[in-house]
């Protein structure tokens, strides 16, 4: 059962961070293009700046972070103070390991919840962007996604977590996880 619920976060985490990382390239292709043809606009080459660009720039790059946070939480990539740790015993280590897990779980839970309300909030006004005219929940929603993704992960890294807390080692580790 442990090994299924692995293979599916490891999957999950993988995949959203292949497509947040397509998501980057995107913007980061798009903004080429719109500096490339607002300077070549005085030579009267090429297409000209991308209207809207800082819109689908903001809408993108938000999507992607939130897409690359399962696959921090899942290789415990996120910042840590590991100062003391090689001092604290194995236990302590563990115990360390449950509450983080739990807090980051508790973090991620509240960050869904709250895109999820403000997404149903911009949706209900239809409030868009200001140059393209896109609706603004579409951010929202585009985070959400990662967002959801992010709590997953962080309750398979609890259980994770807690099995070490019992004494078991985890069976990730000797796959390379």
């Not at 609706?135 to 962080?154: C, I, N």
Request: hydrophobic share 55%.
């Amino acid at each position: 059962m442990y090994m299924t619920a692995y293979r599916i976060a490891d999957a999950l985490a993988r995949w959203m961070a292949v497509l947040a990382g397509l998501v980057l390239l995107v913007v980061v292709g798009l903004t080429c293009v719109s500096i490339a043809g607002r300077a070549l606009l005085p030579l009267n080459i090429g297409v000209g700046p991308i209207k809207g660009i800082y819109d689908l720039t903001e809408i993108g790059v938000g999507a992607a972070i939130f897409g690359f946070l399962p696959w921090c939480q899942l290789q415990r990539s996120h910042a840590a103070v590991d100062l003391f740790k090689p001092a604290y015993g194995t236990t302590l280590n563990r115990v360390l390991d449950v509450i983080v897990d739990l807090g980051m779980l508790a973090v991620a839970v509240l960050i869904a919840w709250r895109l999820y309300l403000g997404m149903a909030d911009k949706m209900r006004y239809g409030e868009t962007t200001f140059i393209m005219q896109l609706p603004v929940w579409w951010g929202y929603a585009a985070s959400l996604v990662g967002a959801l993704g992010f709590a997953l992960v962080a309750l398979f890294c609890l259980t994770r977590s807690l099995r070490g807390l019992t004494g078991r080692d985890d069976p990730t580790e000797e796959l390379g996880a």
